[in-house]
């Protein structure tokens, strides 16, 4: 009989990473080694996990009472693992999950007064419409200056001198959204700019030639695209993390654009679905670092569009499940040291082109519903607080940071797309653990395949230029407000009775 592997089975059951905890310029790695020498070996976040060795640490043994403390510089992105002397490894690679300098992610941040939100290209009618919550997209290569000017913050990449750009940090409404009671939200992406240097640090090394929207995937491959990442959003996080220095600060930090459609919105290559949310969870865990350093509020959160159960395409090189993604995104995390990210989902209705949600055919009462749309969005929220979800025993937030509804030109049309808004609202102000719904767009858009979704017409030579308000401007204006009910009611008999009792019951009043 070989008894090697039951020496080695034994060997793994005794030996434990138990906890890592961030200290500010230490980590401290508690472990159990059962009186076995042992090796405290570290890797970095960009490494094949599988298939390295990673690097020695330190010769562990239970004489240290099982906790090891190393100074943090450098190692902020690393991950730990016990091997013997051999190299064998005796468990999986554990990440910091205690940020003691941590702070809550309320603190500092304006109070939620409401749901009502909006994705903003006009700041002053935002202000107008009562706006809650503000979301902006940006651009990490419009962040970066290759070679850098001289008032940049520098750093080095791949042995490339690289500069962050001040201005396009400044020039986000951060500071006006925290004067106005308004909780802003970034969107950070990363296009193709066509600066191979830019490039080679921000997009992953896999992603198409032929990205149908040049919307890359985080390059968390490579060591210079780990460098890279992490200390933008090292300096994004700080620069937004103490509203006492009047720049405001960010309510949330949504990591990438919906991520499970990855080749249309994040797009690594055609790749496995293990592939992907590899891949993406080394970047969520990166920002969710960054954000804990800096000692800020806020939330990280991930991105997912409507599909659940189904896969939003046939190539399974090319998208996945929302419920399969969220699946092996927890299971990542959880076997590296679970961490609180959050949820960002787009619960557009079943049809891009049919506002009236409420019709949705594929939005089933249950967690196997082929997609989740306004009509079944407690399922969402029900998810959340399944206990194999949980973070530190509580679900994860919610927001919806991105859906809209098409309104073409007349009456009917704005009336179905005012009507989807009504709907919408009421039913994700009626769920607890969505703290907020953040509308796109506020300007109808000439390049969006069709889709009308302002809250504006734009005028006909232009892209996005706002040319009149539409049916669905006032809704959202009142919204929230006094006048809600008055003004929903128009709408009432474009919903039906049935599903207006629904959103209205009247034995709960409005």
């Known amino acids: 009989m070989n008894i090697l592997p039951v020496i080695l089975l034994l ?48 010769d562990i043994s239970q004489r240290e009472k099982g906790l090891f403390v190393l100074p943090s ?49 006009m700041m002053d009618d935002a202000l107008i419409l009562g706006v809650h919550h503000a979301a902006f ?39 006006l959204c925290q004067e106005r009671g308004i909780r802003a939200y970034v ?56 509203p006492v220095e009047g720049r405001g600060t960010v309510a949330g930090w949504i990591i990438g654009n919906e991520v499970n459609a990855h080749y249309q919105w994040y797009n690594r290559g055609p790749s496995s679905e293990s592939e992907v949310v590899s891949d993406y969870h080394k970047a969520l865990r990166i920002a969710h670092g960054s954000l804990k350093r800096s000692g800020g509020p806020g939330r990280i959160y991930t991105s997912l569009e409507h599909h659940w159960a189904m896969r939003p395409g046939t190539n399974v090189k090319r998208s996945m499940p929302g419920k399969l993604f969220l699946k ?10 679970n961490f609180d990210w959050h949820l960002a989902y787009h619960p557009y209705p079943e049809n891009l082109f049919e506002p009236r949600s409420w019709l949705d055919k594929s939005a089933l009462a249950n967690l196997d519903s082929p997609k989740i749309t306004f009509r079944n969005l407690e399922q969402i929220v029900a998810w959340s607080k399944q206990q ?13 940071s991105e859906q809209g509804f098409h309104g073409p030109p007349g009456v009917v049309g704005e009336s179905n797309q005012a009507a989807g808004y009504v709907y919408g609202y009421k039913k994700a102000s009626r769920n607890e653990g969505i703290d907020a719904f953040i509308l796109h767009r506020q300007v109808d858009h000439a390049k969006e395949g069709g889709l009308l979704l302002g809250l504006w017409s734009h005028k006909p030579d232009s892209v996005s230029t706002p040319l009149a308000k539409k049916l669905i401007w006032q809704v959202f204006r009142d919204a929230g407000t006094a006048e809600e009910l008055k003004t929903f009611e128009k709408y009432k ?9 629904e959103i209205y019951p009247s034995s709960k009043g409005s």
């Open 11 to 58: 060997a793994i059951g005794q030996a434990s990473i138990e906890r890592i905890e961030w200290q500010g310029d230490k980590i401290s790695v508690h472990y159990q080694a059962k009186n076995q020498e042992v090796e405290l070996r570290e890797l970095g976040i960009e490494a094949e996990f599988e298939k390295s060795a990673g690097t020695i640490v330190q």
């Open 73 to 121: 510089l450098s190692r902020e992105t690393n991950g730990f693992f016990l091997t013997n002397k051999n190299g064998i490894k005796l468990t999986g690679l554990k990440f910091p999950t205690q940020w003691l300098a941590k702070t809550d992610p309320e603190t500092g941040l304006v109070q939620n007064l409401g749901i009502k939100g909006l994705q903003v290209q």
């Open 137 to 175: 997209n940006l651009n990490l290569a419009s962040l970066l200056r290759i070679p850098p000017d001289p008032k940049d913050k520098t750093f080095e990449a791949d042995g490339i001198k690289v500069g962050i750009r001040q201005e396009v940090i400044d020039s986000l409404p951060i500071k």
């Open 187 to 242: 969107i950070v992406l990363a296009y193709r700019s066509g600066n191979a240097a830019i490039d080679k640090l921000l997009l992953h090394p896999s992603m198409s030639e032929n990205a149908p929207n040049n919307l890359g995937a985080f390059n968390t491959a490579t060591i210079g695209g780990v460098q890279a990442f992490k200390t933008i959003m090292d300096h994004l996080c700080i620069n937004y993390s103490k």
């Open 328 to 337: 092996e995104l927890v299971e990542k995390s959880e076997a590296g040291g």
């Open 388 to 400: 194999e979800n949980l973070s530190a025993g509580k679900p994860r937030r919610i927001i919806l």
């Open 493 to 501: 008999t474009i919903i039906g009775p049935t599903t207006w009792e």
